[in-house]
């Protein structure tokens, strides 16, 4: 699907809490934000990695509220200086969740990523219209999407696999 | 530890009435919202004197305030824009994000609460029909009193038949979910989500998430206050038995059918604890009667269809940080009650009813959003709230049923808004702060 630039089809913008929603496509829901880091805060990143990993192997729903497929973190440098890409593919519009988004990157240690960036709002966790207004400013939409399995949801991917399992325990039952 | 001496009693307690009307007031001039207000603020009950004289009192007062109306009253400015954007908007501004669309959009809205000359509610609730008619005329001279303080619209709402207990037009049982708050006094009922904190109903008090933050100014307006959420419903009574009918052949597959948009059967007894058979003594008993979770005891939805009416509006343990989304919710019916067999006779009736909450976006909206109006809630793909969500005749309706489940489609639309608007209903001392105009 191709985009628009700005990231939205004029005739048909929808509104969300926060503001206009930025199109489902073949590629579900997403966004892409590239901001700079506060200067030699890149180590403040790898340990939020290694953060992040761990709280996903103690609570392994604990990103679930998101509704997310992939989460991807990216460090790279233009003349010298570090920019952070961060980049989510998720079932839902960004807007629906965005209290619960808050809340859960405010769970100690999941947040530290945010505050390294410069311009992130200080007082976010208990104000998400500034955190949803920083993530609009930083987030670069994509002009073109595509999905192999178009439209499809996490959830159906895991229900498939599910069913999947079960049928071949069924027929594992009928050797 | 509650001021439960300044909060208005509404927050915390339901009136024991079984009448009430609504006035939708407009003032011509600051002095005039003021001297109006003067008049009538004595009459407000704070929760503590609610519960002082609940034994004799006959009539109940409670006083909110639409964002214009604090501008009509002489806030100024610079304290007008520290309340919410969505608050500042009104609800008809935010009909797309609240999902109403066609039949419902604020367009077509009957009681004037799309003006934004709209400044005032006052909510009366009397004990009996015959002390409305009283204190409505009390409230008549003193509007008289207060030139330039104008009624744009007014809704009597009263208990319908047949039942003892408190429902709607459908013949629901309504006020099982009866929420705690912390510092109230009140012990929470098993299954109603624990003792919440007061920050999330009532500002000025740490919520869910930490001590306060970003309120309203001056803090005088603020503490104690809360948000309104205003919402006429008309219930399309004809139209609902006709859907029973015609998708049930017996009077129990009906009334099963009733259940399932529900969740509930009518009686109130939940489907998670009485799947098969109706149990009205269930639905009497507060210590069982909303004692259930969905996670562990309906993951499928066997009971409550996934897409049912109580599953969307609270889904208990399905919902992430689902303390951050409560809400108080108080109401009555309006309109004649239509028996069982006559036919619809095309009065308006339904519900005129109230959400209460600290955050009118991440509450209200949210329900109405992401749980109500969300046709992919819970993967559904082509559902929304059979009761109270946006119906244009072209989304259906699963029931999951062993071996494969039933699905209703061209579902009609049981209900209507009619109605609707944002207020912030202050503290007693606000609203002394208010009518001295400090």
Redesign the interface.
């Given at each position: 699907m191709a985009i628009p630039e700005g990231g939205f089809f004029p005739d048909d913008v929808e509104y969300g809490r926060y503001g206009p929603i930025f199109p489902k496509t073949p590629a579900c829901y997403g966004f892409t934000i590239v901001a700079k880091i506060i200067p030699g805060r890149e180590e403040a990143f790898r340990e939020h990695g290694r953060t992040l990993e761990k709280a996903v192997k103690d609570q392994p729903d604990i990103l679930a509220p998101l509704e997310l497929h992939y989460l991807r973190w990216v460090l790279f440098e233009i003349k010298g200086e570090t920019y952070f890409m961060y980049q989510g593919i998720f079932d839902t519009d960004f807007d629906k969740y965005t209290e619960d988004a808050v809340a859960l990157f405010s769970q100690s240690g999941i947040s530290t990523v945010f505050e390294n960036l410069e311009g992130f709002p200080a007082d976010w966790k208990t104000n998400p219209e500034a955190f949803v207004e920083f993530v609009r400013a930083h987030h670069r939409p994509s002009f073109l999407e595509y999905g192999e399995y178009p439209y499809v949801s996490a959830d159906e991917i895991k229900k498939a696999l599910r069913v999947k399992h079960l049928f071949s325990q069924m027929l594992d039952q009928m050797q | 530890m509650l001021d439960l001496d300044d909060i208005q009693y509404i927050l915390l307690n339901r009136a024991p009435a079984r009448a009430g009307r609504y006035e939708f007031l407009s003032f011509a001039s600051a002095e005039a919202g003021r001297a109006w207000l003067s008049a009538l603020v004595d009459q407000v009950h704070s929760v503590e004197t609610m519960r002082a004289s609940i034994a004799d009192e006959k009539r109940w007062v409670t006083l909110a305030f639409t964002w214009n109306g604090l501008r009509a009253l002489g806030v100024d400015e610079a304290a007008l824009a520290t309340f919410p954007?969505?608050f500042r908007q009104g609800m008809a501004a935010r009909a797309?994000?609240l999902g109403d669309t066609g039949a419902n959009h604020p367009d077509h809205w009957v009681d004037g609460t799309t003006d934004p000359d709209l400044h005032a509610i006052v909510l009366l609730f009397t004990r009996t029909v015959e002390d409305r008619a009283h204190y409505q005329e009390e409230l008549a001279s003193l509007l008289a009193a207060s030139p330039g303080a104008e009624l744009l619209s007014a809704l009597d709402v009263e208990a319908i038949p047949p039942f003892g207990y408190a429902h709607d037009h459908f013949g629901y049982r309504d006020q099982l979910t009866n929420l705690a708050i912390e510092g109230s006094g009140d012990a929470p009922t098993p299954g109603s989500g624990g003792l919440l904190k007061p920050g999330e109903f009532i500002l000025g008090y740490p919520d869910e998430?930490?001590p306060p933050?970003?309120r309203p100014q001056p803090e005088v307006l603020s503490r104690n206050g809360s948000f309104l959420a205003y919402r006429r419903l008309q219930e399309h009574v004809g139209k609902f038995r006709e859907f029973l009918a015609e998708h049930g052949e017996t009077p129990e597959e009906q009334e099963l059918l009733a259940a399932k948009l529900m969740g509930r059967w009518r009686s109130g007894a939940p489907l998670v604890l009485a799947p098969d058979k109706d149990d009205p003594k269930l639905a009497d008993d507060p210590q069982r009667n909303n004692d259930f979770n969905y996670k562990q005891d309906d993951p499928f939805g066997y009971a409550v269809p996934l897409g049912a009416h109580i599953r969307r509006v609270n889904p208990r343990d399905t919902a992430?940080?689902i303390n951050?989304h409560r809400m108080i919710r108080r109401g009555a019916t309006y309109g004649p009650h239509l028996p069982d067999d006559a036919p619809e006779d095309d009065q308006e009736r339904g519900v005129a009813a109230f959400v209460l909450c600290a955050s009118l976006?991440?509450q209200f909206?949210?329900a109405q959003?992401?749980w109500i109006n969300?046709k992919?809630f819970h993967?559904l793909g082509n559902e929304r709230d059979p009761i109270i969500g946006t119906q244009d005749g072209t989304l259906e309706f699963k029931i999951p049923t062993r071996p494969i489940r039933r699905t209703i489609t061209g579902l009609p639309a049981f209900t209507t808004v009619r109605g609707g608007a944002y207020f912030f209903i202050p503290g007693i001392e606000a609203l002394r702060w208010l009518a001295a105009g400090d």
């Amino acid at each position: 699907m191709a985009i628009p630039e700005g990231g939205f089809f004029p005739d048909d913008v929808e509104y969300g809490r926060y503001g206009p929603i930025f199109p489902k496509t073949p590629a579900c829901y997403g966004f892409t934000i590239v901001a700079k880091i506060i200067p030699g805060r890149e180590e403040a990143f790898r340990e939020h990695g290694r953060t992040l990993e761990k709280a996903v192997k103690d609570q392994p729903d604990i990103l679930a509220p998101l509704e997310l497929h992939y989460l991807r973190w990216v460090l790279f440098e233009i003349k010298g200086e570090t920019y952070f890409m961060y980049q989510g593919i998720f079932d839902t519009d960004f807007d629906k969740y965005t209290e619960d988004a808050v809340a859960l990157f405010s769970q100690s240690g999941i947040s530290t990523v945010f505050e390294n960036l410069e311009g992130f709002p200080a007082d976010w966790k208990t104000n998400p219209e500034a955190f949803v207004e920083f993530v609009r400013a930083h987030h670069r939409p994509s002009f073109l999407e595509y999905g192999e399995y178009p439209y499809v949801s996490a959830d159906e991917i895991k229900k498939a696999l599910r069913v999947k399992h079960l049928f071949s325990q069924m027929l594992d039952q009928m050797q | 530890m509650l001021d439960l001496d300044d909060i208005q009693y509404i927050l915390l307690n339901r009136a024991p009435a079984r009448a009430g009307r609504y006035e939708f007031l407009s003032f011509a001039s600051a002095e005039a919202g003021r001297a109006w207000l003067s008049a009538l603020v004595d009459q407000v009950h704070s929760v503590e004197t609610m519960r002082a004289s609940i034994a004799d009192e006959k009539r109940w007062v409670t006083l909110a305030f639409t964002w214009n109306g604090l501008r009509a009253l002489g806030v100024d400015e610079a304290a007008l824009a520290t309340f919410p954007e969505e608050f500042r908007q009104g609800m008809a501004a935010r009909a797309e994000i609240l999902g109403d669309t066609g039949a419902n959009h604020p367009d077509h809205w009957v009681d004037g609460t799309t003006d934004p000359d709209l400044h005032a509610i006052v909510l009366l609730f009397t004990r009996t029909v015959e002390d409305r008619a009283h204190y409505q005329e009390e409230l008549a001279s003193l509007l008289a009193a207060s030139p330039g303080a104008e009624l744009l619209s007014a809704l009597d709402v009263e208990a319908i038949p047949p039942f003892g207990y408190a429902h709607d037009h459908f013949g629901y049982r309504d006020q099982l979910t009866n929420l705690a708050i912390e510092g109230s006094g009140d012990a929470p009922t098993p299954g109603s989500g624990g003792l919440l904190k007061p920050g999330e109903f009532i500002l000025g008090y740490p919520d869910e998430h930490g001590p306060p933050a970003g309120r309203p100014q001056p803090e005088v307006l603020s503490r104690n206050g809360s948000f309104l959420a205003y919402r006429r419903l008309q219930e399309h009574v004809g139209k609902f038995r006709e859907f029973l009918a015609e998708h049930g052949e017996t009077p129990e597959e009906q009334e099963l059918l009733a259940a399932k948009l529900m969740g509930r059967w009518r009686s109130g007894a939940p489907l998670v604890l009485a799947p098969d058979k109706d149990d009205p003594k269930l639905a009497d008993d507060p210590q069982r009667n909303n004692d259930f979770n969905y996670k562990q005891d309906d993951p499928f939805g066997y009971a409550v269809p996934l897409g049912a009416h109580i599953r969307r509006v609270n889904p208990r343990d399905t919902a992430a940080s689902i303390n951050r989304h409560r809400m108080i919710r108080r109401g009555a019916t309006y309109g004649p009650h239509l028996p069982d067999d006559a036919p619809e006779d095309d009065q308006e009736r339904g519900v005129a009813a109230f959400v209460l909450c600290a955050s009118l976006i991440r509450q209200f909206e949210f329900a109405q959003n992401v749980w109500i109006n969300d046709k992919n809630f819970h993967e559904l793909g082509n559902e929304r709230d059979p009761i109270i969500g946006t119906q244009d005749g072209t989304l259906e309706f699963k029931i999951p049923t062993r071996p494969i489940r039933r699905t209703i489609t061209g579902l009609p639309a049981f209900t209507t808004v009619r109605g609707g608007a944002y207020f912030f209903i202050p503290g007693i001392e606000a609203l002394r702060w208010l009518a001295a105009g400090d």
